[in-house]
């Protein structure tokens, strides 16, 4: 995973990134990793300039399906309006 946000720092999108398909559009992006049969997810959003945000990162526990659960897209929601009002605070003239 941190190799992967590297690459996301430098403008680039590893192999196990794709966009979260819960927001629309491409800026909140999932990494997905395996390790010792467990699944492990970091979401983060290129949506501000020049700025990485980690919104969330879990360990993907539900069986059935691939879905995030709502209770996680509800916190990455949460943070990534956090996120925002960081960036407006702290990064715009």
Do not use: C, W
């Not at 997905?32 to 945000?53: E, S």
């Not at 919104?55 to 879905?67: P, R």
């Amino acid at each position: 995973m941190g190799y992967a946000l590297h690459l996301a720092q430098q403008g680039e999108k590893a192999p196990n990134t794709k966009p979260l398909t819960s927001f629309q559009g491409a800026s909140v992006l999932e990494i997905r990793d395996n390790y010792l049969g467990d699944t492990y997810r970091a979401i983060y959003t290129v949506k501000f300039h020049q700025i990485v945000y980690v919104l969330h990162a879990f360990q993907k526990k539900s069986k059935k399906g691939i879905a995030t659960p709502k209770n996680e897209i509800d916190l990455i929601e949460q943070r990534l309006r956090t996120a925002k009002e960081h960036y407006d605070q702290y990064h715009t003239h």
